[in-house]
Protein backbone atom coordinates (compact mmCIF):
# COMPACT_ATOMS: atom_id res chain seq x y z
CA UNK A 1 0.00 0.00 0.00
CA UNK A 2 2.84 2.40 0.76
CA UNK A 3 4.33 1.27 -2.30
CA UNK A 4 0.92 2.22 -4.39
CA UNK A 5 1.77 5.97 -2.43
CA UNK A 6 4.93 6.77 -3.85
CA UNK A 7 3.58 5.68 -7.66
CA UNK A 8 4.43 8.92 -9.09
CA UNK A 9 0.80 8.48 -11.51
CA UNK A 10 -1.44 7.37 -8.86
CA UNK A 11 -3.07 10.71 -8.67
CA UNK A 12 -2.79 11.31 -12.12
CA UNK A 13 -4.65 7.72 -13.16
CA UNK A 14 -8.49 7.54 -11.98
CA UNK A 15 -8.13 3.95 -12.56
CA UNK A 16 -5.09 3.22 -10.03
CA UNK A 17 -6.35 5.95 -7.61
CA UNK A 18 -10.04 4.06 -8.01
CA UNK A 19 -7.60 0.35 -7.38
CA UNK A 20 -6.05 2.03 -4.56
CA UNK A 21 -9.14 3.75 -2.86
CA UNK A 22 -11.15 0.27 -3.07
CA UNK A 23 -7.63 -1.48 -1.09
CA UNK A 24 -7.92 1.07 1.51
CA UNK A 25 -11.38 0.46 1.92
CA UNK A 26 -10.55 -3.68 2.50
CA UNK A 27 -7.63 -2.81 5.37
CA UNK A 28 -8.98 -3.40 8.44
CA UNK A 29 -6.80 -0.52 10.30
CA UNK A 30 -7.86 2.13 8.12
CA UNK A 31 -11.63 1.16 9.17
CA UNK A 32 -10.83 1.22 12.41
CA UNK A 33 -8.72 4.48 12.57
CA UNK A 34 -10.64 5.76 9.53
CA UNK A 35 -14.20 5.52 11.58
CA UNK A 36 -12.58 6.15 14.80
CA UNK A 37 -11.08 9.76 13.47
CA UNK A 38 -14.47 11.02 12.19
CA UNK A 39 -16.13 10.44 15.09
CA UNK A 40 -13.68 12.48 16.75
CA UNK A 41 -14.16 15.34 14.46
CA UNK A 42 -17.70 15.14 15.20
CA UNK A 43 -17.59 15.13 19.09
CA UNK A 44 -14.70 17.84 19.13
CA UNK A 45 -17.14 20.11 17.21
CA UNK A 46 -19.97 19.73 18.96
CA UNK A 47 -19.00 19.64 22.69
CA UNK A 48 -15.43 21.20 22.53
CA UNK A 49 -15.04 24.77 23.75
CA UNK A 50 -11.61 25.13 21.62
CA UNK A 51 -10.08 24.85 25.01
CA UNK A 52 -6.50 22.87 25.25
CA UNK A 53 -8.06 20.75 28.38
CA UNK A 54 -10.30 19.15 26.12
CA UNK A 55 -6.89 16.50 25.03
CA UNK A 56 -7.57 15.42 28.80
CA UNK A 57 -11.38 14.63 27.04
CA UNK A 58 -9.89 13.28 23.87
CA UNK A 59 -7.84 10.91 25.94
CA UNK A 60 -10.77 9.23 27.54
CA UNK A 61 -12.81 8.56 24.16
CA UNK A 62 -9.72 6.92 22.37
CA UNK A 63 -10.04 4.68 25.85
CA UNK A 64 -13.17 4.08 25.58
CA UNK A 65 -12.94 3.42 21.98
CA UNK A 66 -10.18 0.73 22.17
CA UNK A 67 -12.26 -1.01 25.03
CA UNK A 68 -15.41 -0.64 22.39
CA UNK A 69 -13.60 -2.30 19.55
CA UNK A 70 -12.52 -4.80 21.91
CA UNK A 71 -15.97 -5.73 23.17
CA UNK A 72 -17.55 -5.98 19.43
CA UNK A 73 -14.62 -8.08 18.54
CA UNK A 74 -15.18 -10.87 21.56
CA UNK A 75 -19.24 -10.95 20.52
CA UNK A 76 -18.67 -10.86 16.98
CA UNK A 77 -16.19 -13.81 17.10
CA UNK A 78 -17.67 -15.56 20.49
CA UNK A 79 -14.71 -15.47 21.97
CA UNK A 80 -12.22 -14.08 23.94
CA UNK A 81 -8.81 -16.04 22.55
CA UNK A 82 -6.34 -13.22 22.75
CA UNK A 83 -7.25 -10.97 25.41
CA UNK A 84 -6.04 -10.39 29.03
CA UNK A 85 -8.42 -10.93 31.52
CA UNK A 86 -5.57 -9.60 33.88
CA UNK A 87 -5.15 -6.91 31.98
CA UNK A 88 -9.07 -5.87 32.10
CA UNK A 89 -9.68 -6.50 35.92
CA UNK A 90 -6.92 -3.78 36.24
CA UNK A 91 -8.34 -1.36 33.67
CA UNK A 92 -12.02 -2.02 36.15
CA UNK A 93 -9.82 -0.68 39.38
CA UNK A 94 -8.36 2.32 36.82
CA UNK A 95 -11.92 3.31 35.91
CA UNK A 96 -13.53 2.75 39.28
CA UNK A 97 -10.75 4.72 41.59
CA UNK A 98 -10.98 7.79 38.84
CA UNK A 99 -14.67 8.11 38.46
CA UNK A 100 -14.10 8.48 42.51
CA UNK A 101 -12.02 11.31 41.74
CA UNK A 102 -14.07 13.19 39.46
CA UNK A 103 -17.81 12.98 39.54
CA UNK A 104 -18.53 13.94 43.01
CA UNK A 105 -15.19 16.69 42.90
CA UNK A 106 -14.02 18.87 39.91
CA UNK A 107 -10.08 19.41 40.77
CA UNK A 108 -8.80 16.76 37.78
CA UNK A 109 -12.03 17.51 35.25
CA UNK A 110 -10.93 19.50 31.61
CA UNK A 111 -11.52 23.04 32.09
CA UNK A 112 -13.57 23.20 29.00
CA UNK A 113 -17.52 22.22 28.55
CA UNK A 114 -16.54 18.63 28.02
CA UNK A 115 -15.24 18.40 31.67
CA UNK A 116 -19.09 18.87 32.46
CA UNK A 117 -20.48 15.69 31.71
CA UNK A 118 -18.40 14.27 28.12
CA UNK A 119 -15.93 13.27 30.06
CA UNK A 120 -17.10 11.48 33.25
CA UNK A 121 -19.29 9.53 30.76
CA UNK A 122 -16.38 8.63 28.65
CA UNK A 123 -14.85 7.12 31.74
CA UNK A 124 -18.16 5.69 33.05
CA UNK A 125 -18.64 4.03 29.69
CA UNK A 126 -15.05 2.87 30.11
CA UNK A 127 -15.85 1.24 33.13
CA UNK A 128 -18.89 -0.59 31.82
CA UNK A 129 -17.16 -1.89 28.37
CA UNK A 130 -14.26 -3.51 30.55
CA UNK A 131 -16.80 -5.06 33.33
CA UNK A 132 -18.11 -6.56 30.29
CA UNK A 133 -15.22 -7.98 28.78
CA UNK A 134 -13.96 -9.63 32.12
CA UNK A 135 -17.87 -11.34 32.13
CA UNK A 136 -17.00 -12.63 28.89
CA UNK A 137 -13.92 -13.74 30.33
CA UNK A 138 -15.56 -15.42 33.28
CA UNK A 139 -18.80 -16.30 32.46
CA UNK A 140 -20.02 -16.07 28.85
CA UNK A 141 -17.19 -17.37 26.96
CA UNK A 142 -15.15 -19.02 29.62
CA UNK A 143 -14.32 -21.32 27.74
CA UNK A 144 -12.48 -20.37 25.10
CA UNK A 145 -10.19 -18.06 27.94
CA UNK A 146 -6.97 -19.43 28.05
CA UNK A 147 -5.17 -18.92 31.54
CA UNK A 148 -2.01 -20.77 30.46
CA UNK A 149 -1.32 -17.88 28.46
CA UNK A 150 -2.71 -15.60 30.85
CA UNK A 151 -0.06 -15.95 33.36
CA UNK A 152 1.16 -12.27 34.31
CA UNK A 153 0.37 -11.65 38.54
CA UNK A 154 -1.50 -7.93 38.39
CA UNK A 155 -1.20 -8.21 41.85
CA UNK A 156 3.06 -7.03 41.44
CA UNK A 157 1.41 -4.01 39.68
CA UNK A 158 -1.05 -3.33 41.96
CA UNK A 159 0.23 -3.50 45.19
CA UNK A 160 3.30 -1.06 43.66
CA UNK A 161 1.04 1.54 42.14
CA UNK A 162 -1.15 2.00 45.51
CA UNK A 163 1.84 2.25 47.83
CA UNK A 164 3.22 4.98 45.65
CA UNK A 165 -0.25 6.56 45.45
CA UNK A 166 -0.07 6.82 49.46
CA UNK A 167 3.01 8.82 49.54
CA UNK A 168 2.63 10.65 45.85
CA UNK A 169 -0.77 11.80 45.02
CA UNK A 170 -1.60 15.55 44.07
CA UNK A 171 -4.32 17.97 46.20
CA UNK A 172 -6.71 18.92 43.46
CA UNK A 173 -9.77 17.56 45.55
CA UNK A 174 -8.58 19.00 48.75
CA UNK A 175 -9.75 15.38 49.86
CA UNK A 176 -7.32 12.53 50.22
CA UNK A 177 -9.16 9.52 49.60
CA UNK A 178 -10.41 10.97 45.86
CA UNK A 179 -6.51 12.41 45.35
CA UNK A 180 -5.34 9.28 46.39
CA UNK A 181 -7.44 7.26 44.47
CA UNK A 182 -7.13 9.62 41.47
CA UNK A 183 -2.97 9.08 41.45
CA UNK A 184 -3.79 5.06 41.73
CA UNK A 185 -5.50 5.15 39.09
CA UNK A 186 -2.91 6.90 36.80
CA UNK A 187 -0.12 5.20 38.42
CA UNK A 188 -1.61 1.45 37.73
CA UNK A 189 -3.08 2.22 34.20
CA UNK A 190 0.81 3.23 33.30
CA UNK A 191 1.80 -0.57 33.73
CA UNK A 192 -1.69 -1.85 32.90
CA UNK A 193 -0.65 -3.18 29.24
CA UNK A 194 1.87 -5.64 30.55
CA UNK A 195 -0.06 -8.59 31.12
CA UNK A 196 -1.54 -8.31 27.25
CA UNK A 197 1.63 -7.64 26.16
CA UNK A 198 3.06 -10.50 28.54
CA UNK A 199 0.15 -12.26 26.49
CA UNK A 200 1.53 -11.80 23.05
CA UNK A 201 5.04 -13.21 23.77
CA UNK A 202 3.20 -16.55 25.31
CA UNK A 203 1.37 -16.90 21.82
CA UNK A 204 3.41 -15.19 19.84
CA UNK A 205 1.36 -13.93 17.83
CA UNK A 206 -1.20 -10.67 18.22
CA UNK A 207 -4.80 -10.46 17.95
CA UNK A 208 -5.64 -7.89 15.51
CA UNK A 209 -8.52 -6.36 17.89
CA UNK A 210 -5.96 -6.22 21.54
CA UNK A 211 -3.37 -5.11 18.87
CA UNK A 212 -5.51 -2.00 17.97
CA UNK A 213 -6.39 -1.74 21.56
CA UNK A 214 -3.34 -1.23 22.75
CA UNK A 215 -2.14 1.11 19.49
CA UNK A 216 -5.57 3.00 20.89
CA UNK A 217 -4.49 2.97 24.27
CA UNK A 218 -0.70 4.45 23.72
CA UNK A 219 -2.54 7.18 21.57
CA UNK A 220 -4.73 7.85 24.60
CA UNK A 221 -1.82 7.96 26.61
CA UNK A 222 0.15 10.19 24.59
CA UNK A 223 -2.67 12.73 24.54
CA UNK A 224 -2.96 12.50 28.47
CA UNK A 225 1.42 13.16 28.53
CA UNK A 226 1.15 16.28 26.60
CA UNK A 227 -2.16 17.53 28.61
CA UNK A 228 0.06 16.98 32.12
CA UNK A 229 3.31 18.05 30.81
CA UNK A 230 1.74 21.17 30.20
CA UNK A 231 0.19 21.56 33.24
CA UNK A 232 2.20 19.73 36.12
CA UNK A 233 2.92 22.47 38.11
CA UNK A 234 -0.20 22.49 39.01
CA UNK A 235 -0.18 18.51 40.73
CA UNK A 236 2.68 19.97 43.33
CA UNK A 237 2.73 21.73 46.87
CA UNK A 238 6.02 23.29 46.56
CA UNK A 239 5.82 24.06 50.40
CA UNK A 240 5.71 20.23 51.10
CA UNK A 241 9.54 18.47 50.73
CA UNK A 242 8.14 15.35 49.37
CA UNK A 243 4.54 16.85 46.89
CA UNK A 244 7.09 19.78 45.44
CA UNK A 245 7.43 16.22 42.89
CA UNK A 246 4.78 14.86 42.33
CA UNK A 247 3.81 16.77 39.10
CA UNK A 248 7.13 15.50 37.74
CA UNK A 249 6.00 12.05 39.04
CA UNK A 250 3.04 11.75 37.15
CA UNK A 251 4.49 12.94 34.30
CA UNK A 252 7.05 10.75 34.61
CA UNK A 253 4.98 7.45 34.81
CA UNK A 254 2.85 8.14 31.85
CA UNK A 255 6.09 8.39 29.71
CA UNK A 256 7.21 5.06 31.35
CA UNK A 257 3.90 3.60 29.63
CA UNK A 258 4.82 5.53 26.60
CA UNK A 259 8.52 3.46 26.68
CA UNK A 260 6.86 0.18 27.78
CA UNK A 261 4.87 0.40 25.26
CA UNK A 262 6.94 2.29 22.19
CA UNK A 263 8.80 -1.20 20.80
CA UNK A 264 5.25 -2.55 19.95
CA UNK A 265 4.02 0.90 18.17
CA UNK A 266 6.86 0.43 16.44
CA UNK A 267 6.10 -2.87 14.67
CA UNK A 268 2.45 -2.13 14.87
CA UNK A 269 3.23 0.99 12.40
CA UNK A 270 5.79 -0.77 10.00
CA UNK A 271 2.52 -3.63 9.75
CA UNK A 272 0.53 -0.76 8.68
CA UNK A 273 3.42 0.45 6.34
CA UNK A 274 4.14 -2.58 4.74
CA UNK A 275 0.63 -4.39 4.67
CA UNK A 276 1.48 -6.66 6.93
CA UNK A 277 -1.61 -8.30 8.71
CA UNK A 278 -1.56 -6.90 12.47
CA UNK A 279 -1.77 -10.44 13.97
CA UNK A 280 1.91 -11.01 12.79
CA UNK A 281 3.01 -7.68 14.39
CA UNK A 282 5.27 -9.03 16.99
CA UNK A 283 7.20 -10.28 14.06
CA UNK A 284 6.73 -7.20 11.83
CA UNK A 285 10.42 -5.99 12.34
CA UNK A 286 11.54 -9.45 10.36
CA UNK A 287 9.63 -8.92 7.43
CA UNK A 288 11.01 -7.62 4.63
Same mark, same amino acid.
Given at each position: ?????????? %????????? %???????????????? @????????????????????? #????????? =? @???????? $?? $???????????? $?????? %????????????? *??? @?????????????????????????????? *????????????????????????? !?? !? +????????????????????????? !??????????????? +??? +?????????? !????????? =??? $?????? +? #???? %??????????????????? @?????????????????????????
Amino acid at each position: MMDQLKDPEL %FKDPEKLKL %FAINLSKNSSFRTWGG @FFASVIIVFWVFSSGDFSFLL #TLSSIVSMF =S @FLMVAMAV $ES $EKSVKGVSLKMM $ECYIVV %FACRLTAIVPFEG *YLP @FDKSGDWLYQVCEGFGLCLAGSIVYCCRKQ *YAQTYDPEVDTFNHLWIIGPAAAVA !LI !L +HPHLNGFLPTDIAWAFALYLESVTV !LPQLFLFMKEGRASP +HTA +HFLAAQALSR !LMSFIFWAS =SFS $ELSNPH +H #TIKK %FVGHWVVGVQLLQLCIMGD @FIYHYIRCIQKGIPISEVLCAGDTV
